[in-house]
């Protein structure tokens, strides 16, 4: 089992930035890709972005290309995301998830584990 925990939620207005950070623990010692979907009140889960386990792999959703930014951390467990120039439709619940390739992770049916998700919301 690997228990995914994100952190880093909050607050912003538009145009802000917001740095989402997601540890995973447990059974982490084989290699792994990491995504991050949010859904917003009303709308499906979809996808924001997604890291190869040696992170040189990245693919981002096209309404937050050139904004958003994936990274992670082997050393620490950790997947992160950096959001700038924050937009109100950028709000929604972000969740980060686990997969064995960036394939699977994308197509969200080769997910292994989600984490519980925290509250992004961008102020006008």
């Known amino acids: 089992q690997v228990q995914l925990v994100e952190s880093g939620g909050g607050l912003v207005q538009a145009g802000g930035s917001l740095r989402l950070s997601c540890a995973a623990s447990?059974?982490?010692?084989?290699?792994?890709?990491m995504g991050w979907f949010r859904q917003a009140p009303g709308k499906e889960r979809e996808f924001v972005a997604a890291?190869?386990?040696?992170?040189?792999?990245?693919y981002y959703a096209d309404s937050v290309k050139g904004r958003f930014t994936i990274s992670r951390d082997n050393a620490k467990n950790t997947v992160y995301l950096q959001m700038d120039s924050l937009k109100p439709e950028d709000t929604a619940v972000y969740y980060c998830?686990?997969?064995?390739?960036?394939?699977?992770?994308?197509?969200?049916?080769?997910?292994?584990?989600w984490g519980q998700g925290t509250q992004v919301t961008v102020s006008s």
């Open positions: 998830a686990t997969g064995q390739s960036t394939v699977a992770v994308m197509q969200r049916g080769g997910i292994d584990y």
């Open positions: 447990g059974r982490t010692s084989s290699r792994y890709a």
């Open positions: 890291i190869s386990w040696g992170g040189s792999a990245t």
